[in-house]
């Protein structure tokens, strides 16, 4: 059984960074498809980012294009969030989720961490 566990998360200037990241344990970080997800405040949870077990290929949802980068560490078995040019609008609850299929619902998620963006 997966377990992810997230963090990162924190208070941040508009124009700032931070990095979150994804520890998996109890399998490899490579064994899975691993994404970013985010809750905006009164909204639906929806798709930032997604790194393929198979080839390591990435997609992002154009609000985040450009801006955040998402990556995996095999050695620490960890996939990372780097989040630059951060706005407002990016704060967010944001959660790991990790699937068994190369392209598929994740089946596994973390418990989320807090991005809050001031102006």
């Known amino acids: 059984q997966v377990q992810l566990l997230e963090s990162g998360g924190g208070l941040v200037q508009a124009g700032g960074s931070l990095r979150l990241s994804c520890a998996v344990s109890?399998?490899?970080?490579?064994?899975?498809?691993v994404y970013w997800f985010r809750q905006l405040p009164g909204k639906e949870r929806e798709f930032a980012a997604r790194?393929?077990?198979?080839?390591?290929?990435?997609v992002y949802a154009d609000s985040v294009k450009g801006r955040f980068t998402i990556a995996r560490d095999g050695a620490q078995n960890t996939v990372y969030l780097q989040m630059n040019s951060l706005k407002p609008e990016d704060t967010a609850v944001y959660y790991c989720?990790?699937?068994?299929?190369?392209?598929?619902?994740?089946?596994?998620w973390g418990q989320g961490t807090q991005v809050t963006v001031s102006s």
């Open positions: 790194i393929s077990k198979r080839d390591g290929n990435t």
């Open positions: 109890g399998r490899t970080v490579s064994d899975y498809t």
């Open positions: 989720a990790a699937s068994i299929q190369n392209i598929g619902r994740p089946a596994y």
